[in-house]
Structure formats: structure tokens, C-alpha cells
């Protein structure tokens, strides 16, 4: 070995060591594929709770005994409810899921009946009502008639999420930035989805109706002629009880 060719051989030496080294470092790195979604996570509960409006079942059970086929008073009560909401709600047919091979297979038919005769009564028509037949899975319970039909319905959550602790802690970044916990506002926003009557007023605004004319002119003269535009109600006085604050 002469002594041009022992510097250039060390310098190749050491150029594969620290190209192994590197190898050895990153093939120590890990892979996940879970995702850091802390960061992520909206301030506003709204953002991170948004009520989402979809299609939806909505149903009843009636129960019928081995030994009788018709409806009772509060069933009868229930179909026809159904009904209603259904001629106000509904999106698609009533499904009516009928037991067969069962011990109250016959009087469940009977009863079939007598709720195709109740809609059909609540002005539901012959094609807006699906009956399927089915086998009940779990003995232990009582077959019945399953009425169903799907509707616009807004919903949230799920609620009950807890993916960081609420105390200190250096894994918790919202505790040190005073930032509110990932469940807040969960249970607000889940029951205003249940409580709404029409999930379209969560979306938009009912078109106004058109103003009350006559009472509009009234109140204009009232305002030309300089006297008080303010409704008087002097039976509201009869029904005080004290005079305090007068």
C-alpha cells in the first residue's frame, strides 16, 4: 500500500460506517398509523359536535298474545298515531315486519289486518304499507309486529368520548392552553337534535308570512294622528293579584 491510496481507503471506511449508522437509525424509526387528531380538534362545540341531519327509522312494536288476535285500545291508539306522523314525516312506505312459525303466527295475521284496515283508514294507501315476513331470532322473546318507516331526523355524538384526561398532565395539551375537554358540549348539541321538530329549521329558516294588513294601517294612523301605537288590554288588569310596582 503506498501512501496516496491509505488516505482515500480510511475515507472510505468511514463513509461506510456512518452510512451504516444512518441505516441503523432509521430503521429504528417506528411506524403508525394512527393519527394525531388532538391538534386537529375544534375549539367551538358546534364545529366539534355538528348535528348531522340523515334518514332515519322510526317505529313501534305491537305485542300480540298467542291467544288473541286483535288490538287493544292503546294499540289502535298507537297505529293510528303512526300513521299521522307518518303522512307528515315520512320518506318512504311503513314497513311491517309480520312473526311466522311462531305460536302467535295466526293471531299475528289477524291483527295484520286489523292495521292495514287502521292506516288504510289514517289515509295511508295500499302501496304505502310493506308487510315482510320474518323468523324470530331469540325464542326468549315474544314475536311481534314491527311498524317502521324512515323520516329526516337529526342526530350527534357520540357522546361519552373521553381521549384525554381532564386533570394535569403533560400528555393533556388542553389542560396547560385552558382549552375546554373534547366531550364539552356533546349532550347540549345531541339533545337539541332530539328535541327539534323539523331538522330543516336546523339548516334554514321558514319562509315568513305575509303581514297583517289592517293592523299595519292602524298603526300608521295612530303614528300620523301622534297618539300611542301601543295595544291597551284592560281585561289584563282583572287578573292581578297586587298592585306592586305601579
Not at 430503521?27 to 341531519?53: F, K, M, W
Not at 297618539?227 to 291597551?232: A, E, L, R, S
Request: glycine share 8%; with cysteine; hydrophobic share 35%.
Amino acid at each position: 500500500m503506498t501512501a496516496r491510496t491509505f488516505p482515500a481507503r480510511v475515507s472510505a471506511i468511514r463513509a461506510a460506517v456512518a452510512l451504516a449508522g444512518l441505516t441503523l437509525v432509521l430503521g429504528a424509526c417506528t411506524h403508525t398509523d394512527e393519527v394525531a387528531t388532538t391538534a386537529s380538534i375544534p375549539d367551538d362545540y358546534r364545529l366539534r359536535h355538528p348535528i348531522a341531519i340523515q334518514e332515519a327509522d322510526t317505529s313501534i312494536v305491537v305485542f300480540i298474545g298467542r291467544g288473541r288476535g286483535g288490538l287493544t285500545a292503546e294499540q289502535r291508539a298507537d297505529v293510528m298515531g303512526l300513521a299521522q306522523r307518518w303522512g307528515h314525516e315520512g320518506t318512504g312506505a311503513i314497513n311491517a315486519d309480520l312473526p311466522i312459525d311462531t305460536p302467535n303466527a295466526r293471531p299475528a295475521a289477524d291483527a295484520m289486518r286489523e292495521i292495514q284496515s287502521l292506516l288504510a283508514a289514517a289515509g295511508v294507501p295500499p302501496n304505502g304499507v310493506v308487510v315482510r315476513r320474518y323468523h324470530p331470532e331469540d325464542p326468549r322473546h315474544m314475536p311481534a309486529i314491527r311498524l317502521s318507516y324512515p323520516r329526516i331526523s337529526a342526530t350527534a355524538g357520540p357522546c361519552g368520548l373521553w381521549p384525554e384526561d381532564l386533570g394535569p398532565s403533560i400528555k393533556n395539551k388542553g389542560y396547560i392552553d385552558n382549552k375546554p375537554y373534547y366531550n364539552f358540549g356533546c349532550a347540549y348539541q345531541r339533545n337539541i337534535a332530539a328535541m327539534v321538530d323539523n331538522p330543516a329549521d336546523l339548516v334554514q329558516p321558514r319562509p315568513e308570512t305575509p303581514p297583517y294588513a289592517p293592523r299595519r294601517g292602524e298603526a300608521f294612523e295612530k303614528y300620523r294622528k301622534g297618539t300611542t301605537t301601543t295595544t291597551t288590554y284592560p281585561e289584563s288588569d282583572k287578573a292581578k293579584l297586587s298592585d306592586t310596582g305601579k
